[in-house]
């Protein structure tokens, strides 16, 4: 199973982003998506996640700016990020806690390759 994220780039404050994220491979279920970032020199934070159900939750740093929103047929999940700042200036990793086909008795978590997402003043 791999997590291919994409999205990200160079933008200016006040701008918008949108990421994705998309799981493929052998998946039995996905429960739960998130959306991490790392800022150079600092530790990685949870940004938001959502269930299957679609319960979801956000860091305080991102209330009312972003969405996370996901697509469970297409095993994708998203991230639109509104009135940006250079303290969003990060790389953005998606993660999944999921099941594969050939062991579904076994849940884990996947990790994406990360995009970057820089923030101009």
């Known amino acids: 199973v791999q997590l291919q994220a994409s999205g990200g780039g160079l933008v200016q404050a006040g701008e918008s982003l949108r990421l994705s994220c998309a799981a493929s491979g052998s998946i039995f279920s996905i429960s739960n998506m998130r959306w991490y970032r790392q800022a150079q020199g600092k530790q990685r934070d949870l940004v938001a996640g959502?269930?299957?159900?679609?319960?979801?939750n956000y860091a305080d740093f991102v209330k009312g700016r972003f969405t996370i929103s996901r697509d469970n047929a297409k095993n994708t999940v998203y991230l639109q990020m509104n009135t940006l700042r250079p303290e969003d200036t990060a790389v953005y990793y998606c993660a999944a806690s999921l099941r594969a086909v050939c062991f579904p008795g076994l849940t884990y978590s996947s990790w994406g390759q990360g995009t970057q997402v820089t923030v101009s003043s």
């Open positions: 959502i269930n299957f159900s679609g319960t979801i």
